[in-house]
């Protein structure tokens, strides 16, 4: 078994030694060794607190503990103590993601205690809390797990049954829960419980279709301009069209919660994100009544230059986003407080290009943001080179006739390959352009871009990694381009 002792100890020794080529400015990443699932992200006593899954020892996945970071404003985070280790017989291979809930002014982490097995089917997963005054040390409960085998459903293999979304509706606590069913397929288990302690199984909540992939993770439910909106994480959802052409698939559902039934209704199903690194979101509502969200900014099963590089660490979250639902569609939106760290601001405005490239040298930028508004009336097709030297380039490309807006990675640096059938180079999404006109806003990280479409109405995460230092920026157009106004700042946290 880990300890914190040991962990903690490990990372302030050993921090210092990372390579720091790749590491973000402005996003969340550990001091050092493998992160993936944000977890237990919470608004508490004046900030934002967001733990995640974390193995310390090496820059790929193993027994999980729960990293910990907290900020007062969601952009400049500090490390704290690493919050879980697997110490004890029930979570004794893995203290597995989970989530946070405020009670009687206590922070109390509800997570999943993973145990292996000699065979597949021995495996076990079990639900647990742990509790905490200050929101940084925390004592597990003497009741765990709270919930185990013995509380599931006929239909629910023990071995696949984690990530709780624990919410408050009423005078009761509610705990969604991801499971596979026995005949196969992602289903999600609600439980209720007045004390966060002793819990009872509800419903199926919702279950998964043929086509709807094998395992379902990560379950996330809140209410929202009138609806409410189920957020799941699938791994293997069959392609369709240009979505789900990663391993794994975020989906966002809008519909409504039958509380007295337990029961979700489906409306709306989309792909959350429409980039290539994006999985295991979670959301809070803060202070401000916003719902905030935050995803692991990587993708299973492929290759990160940093782990094989042996830069010392490995992943990071995405930048945090408000949600809104317009038009029974979820937006993201930047959340505001970054724009306090813009710095060297560069504004240009009614630029025309007809069958040319132009160099934008002027908006050269490794680390910060992009602000475009282009005019596509008179049009063929433009590509925006971005994070460009001369022989790399990131390419967001427009087609003006279908409406097809892409990101391609294929030459941004060191290539990423996964275990798709074929390589997932470029992701894209087709558009209704706003009296012709598209409006882009693009974040730049040391290794990362993330674009907001129409004011946050789709948007595209990836990583990306450059070689070397990858600064430029140019379009080239087919037709008449005219950008109305570009803008752009440097990022300094």
Request: overall charge negative; aromatic content about 10%.
């Amino acid at each position: 078994m880990y300890s914190l002792e040991e962990a903690n100890t490990y990372i302030k020794t050993t921090s210092s030694q990372v390579n720091n080529y790749y590491r973000h400015t402005y996003h969340v990443m550990a001091p050092v060794g493998w992160i993936n699932d944000p977890n237990g992200f919470i608004y508490f006593k004046g900030e934002y607190h967001l733990f995640y899954q974390y193995y310390p020892y090496k820059t790929q996945w193993g027994p999980m503990h729960w990293g910990h970071v907290k900020s007062r404003d969601l952009i400049n985070w500090e490390n704290t103590p690493v919050a879980l280790a697997p110490d004890q017989t029930y979570d004794k291979d893995g203290c597995f993601s989970g989530t946070a809930i405020e009670k009687d002014g206590k922070m109390y982490l509800m997570y999943t205690g993973h145990i292996e097995g000699r065979r597949p089917e021995d495996v076990r997963q079990v639900q647990c809390m742990a509790v905490s005054d200050d929101g940084i040390h925390f004592e597990k409960v003497k009741q765990n797990p709270v919930i185990s085998e013995e509380d599931l459903p006929d239909n629910a293999k023990p071995q696949d049954f984690r990530d709780p979304k624990v919410l408050k509706h009423g005078e009761c606590y509610y705990s969604l829960i991801a499971s596979k069913a026995k005949e196969g397929g992602g289903q999600i288990l609600l439980y209720k419980s007045k004390d966060l302690l002793d819990w009872e199984f509800v419903s199926v909540l919702l279950k998964g279709e043929k086509d709807e992939g094998p395992m379902w993770e990560c379950p996330d439910l809140f209410e929202l301009n009138g609806k409410d909106v189920l957020i799941i994480s699938v791994e293997g959802l069959p392609t369709k069209g240009n979505n789900f052409t990663n391993t794994h698939s975020v989906l966002s559902i809008i519909g409504k919660m039958d509380w007295e039934k337990g029961i979700f209704n489906k409306e709306v199903v989309e792909e959350l994100d429409y980039g290539m690194d994006f999985y295991a979101p979670q959301t809070i509502s803060d202070n401000k009544n916003r719902r905030v969200i935050i995803s692991w900014m990587q993708m299973w099963g492929r290759n990160i230059p940093t782990h094989t590089d042996g830069h010392g660490w490995a992943g990071a979250m995405t930048l945090p986003r408000e949600l809104v639902i317009k038009n029974n569609h979820l937006y993201q939106r930047p959340i505001p407080e970054v724009k306090k760290y813009y710095t060297n601001n560069h504004k240009m405005s009614d630029i025309i290009l007809s069958n040319e490239k132009k160099d934008l040298s002027e908006l050269s930028c490794e680390v910060g943001v992009l602000e475009l508004d282009i005019d596509v009336a008179k049009g063929q097709h433009f590509d925006l080179e971005l994070r460009s030297h001369e022989k790399e380039k990131t390419i967001l490309s427009y087609d003006c006739q279908s409406g097809m807006l892409k990101l391609d990675r294929k030459q941004s640096g060191v290539t990423l390959i996964g275990k798709e059938p074929e390589p997932v180079y470029q992701r894209a999404i087709q558009l209704n352009p706003q009296n012709h006109h598209l409006k882009l806003e693009i974040y730049f990280d040391r290794a990362s871009i993330e674009v907001f479409v129409n004011e946050g109405e789709y948007t595209l995460t990836s990583t990306i990694y450059p070689t070397k230092k990858s600064d430029g920026i140019a379009m080239c157009a087919e037709g008449d381009i005219h950008i109305s106004r570009i803008e752009k700042w440097n990022i300094e946290v």
